[in-house]
């Protein structure tokens, strides 16, 4: 599904947040990436995204390489990644509804099969009952609920969040966990970024360890699930 | 790279994953009923943001219709004063001055004549006694000529030309000077020539200030859209980040461009109508002192129309300008 081969990321005033990163995320996989901040776990994700691009090396992700996308091709890409945001990126000019509903939006739906899509989304993060409110009225959890059935909503092949769980107490990103692990099960690949150790421990999945831009564990198969040493 | 098993569960019987080509998932609707749709729900947004503040639209509208206004008047004055300038029939008319001693008969043989010729439409006849009664009562000199034993003024034709171009006048008028009794033929060229000369102007004029002014519309609209886009710059990254072309990203825009500029042209429509409509009156009191009954006329609703079509292709401009240097810069980061 992702694979990153002798990628760097080197900033405009000479920031080196990745350092040479090579790894390869199947379909299907659940993976954690974690490190401390400014680790580069960001910075990863948005080479996935193609938010950035990358200064050396190349990134492909479902058999594309990003670096011979053009600016055309991006939109198209994205509709096949779904993202959750450690602030949201809701909108709140508008209701929990048409928030969810955009990314069907941008893709010409037909209204109704967008509607009835939009509320299967909406009904698995048990948000069904708050379609018409804005999300500003809601809860830092629901608010992230929100934003999970947004980026599933056209139902992604691949699924990345950048510290989903960040604000949240544990009983809360439990539940969280549990909706991605939900989504993977259905085959959607799935890579997180977080910091959040305690919650990974409980989780068996594979984990990518970012240490100052370098991938210290995790970057082959072999790697031991829950292999960090903080 | 393969050893280890993965902890990752697949559902039974799911076919691998394959990445969604565009706008999966549509049902029904023709691909250009979607488009219409899609259009129409943006159009009609786009609208109620603008009433949504009514008092910032109203101002942009204000600039714009005021800006619109100007050249709109100025083109209507231009095209009054070409009705009026076809509505002086005599103003290409050719004076034929007659011999003094010119009879009766040979006038008429005159006028059949001249009336034979393929390029004059009418002939007028003003005798001699004719002349002298029009000249005492228009001139006050009505005394000073009793006193004259003789009547001093010639008979005269006047020739009204078939064509209204009237650079062939002098040819006709030489043609009609070797006309037997005709003593001189007097067609008076200068004033219209100032005249067409003045209009000739005031269209450059026009078009020039046209020209301005549209341009600043154009930039005015730009800039507004400008702000509008720096509002929006939010929902402008989440829709980058969903997938949302550039098409669909700048269409909002777009129509805020053009709903600007129909709305700039409906306030030059009615500041161009009112306009007239407090010339009309004191213009028609100036024109019956010319013994005339023209009167102005008025925006036609092809006029109204097309100034509409006009404004709006205006405000679509500006709003592209806008869209094209600003909406590439908003990228998620």
Known sequence: MITFDSVSKRYPGGYEALTNIDFHLKEGEFAFLTGHSGAGKSTLLKLIMQMEKASAGQVFVYGKNLNRMSRRQLPYFRRNIGVVFQDHQLLFDRNVFENVALPLMVTGYDSREAARRVRAALDKVGLLKKENQNPIALSGGEQQRVGIARAVVNKPVLLLADEPTGNLDPELSAEIMNLFGQFNQVGTSVLIATHDLGLIDRQRHRVLTLDKGALIAGNSDTSAVSEHDE | ?333
């Open chain 2, 1 to 333: 790279m393969m050893s280890r098993p993965q902890s990752v569960k697949k559902s039974p019987g799911r076919k691998p994953v394959k990445a969604n080509t565009r706008a999966a998932g549509n049902t029904g609707h023709s691909w250009f009923g979607q488009l219409f749709q899609q259009h129409q729900s943006v159009a009609v947004d786009s609208l109620s943001r603008l009433l949504q503040e009514p008092g910032a639209s109203f101002l942009t509208w204000s600039v714009i219709g005021i800006a619109l206004a100007l050249p709109l008047c100025l083109f209507l004055f231009l095209q009054n004063l070409q009705q009026l300038n076809t509505s002086l029939d005599d103003a290409g008319n050719i004076s034929l001055f007659m011999d003094l001693a010119i009879d009766e008969q040979a006038l008429e043989a005159a006028r059949l004549e001249i009336l034979a010729l393929s390029e004059v439409e009418e002939v007028t006849v003003i005798t001699s006694t004719q002349a002298l009664i029009e000249f005492q009562e228009a001139s006050g000199f009505g005394n000073a000529l009793d006193g004259l034993d003789e009547n001093p003024l010639p008979a005269v034709l006047i020739v009204n030309p078939a064509t209204d171009d009237i650079e062939s006048l002098p040819a006709l008028s030489a043609r009609l000077q070797t006309i037997a009794g005709v003593d001189l033929a007097l067609v008076d060229l200068d004033w219209m020539r100032r005249l067409y000369g003045i209009i000739a102007m005031a269209e450059r004029l026009t078009g020039g200030l046209a020209l301005l002014l549209c341009l600043g519309v154009v930039l005015a609209i730009g800039n507004t859209v400008r702000l509008a886009i720096e509002n929006r710059r939010d929902e402008i990254v989440v829709v980058k980040l969903v997938g949302g072309t550039d098409a669909y990203v700048s269409r909002p825009f777009l129509y805020t461009g053009i709903w600007f500029g129909v709305g700039g042209g409906v306030v030059a429509g009615i500041l161009a109508i009112t306009a007239f409509m407090t010339m009309s009156g004191p213009f028609s009191r100036l024109m019956a002192l010319y013994n005339s009954d023209f009167s102005l006329s008025w925006l036609g609703v092809s006029d109204l129309l097309s100034l509409l079509l006009v404004a709006g292709g205006l405000g679509l401009a500006g709003a592209w300008l806008s869209v094209l240097r600003h909406l590439r810069q908003i990228e998620p980061s």
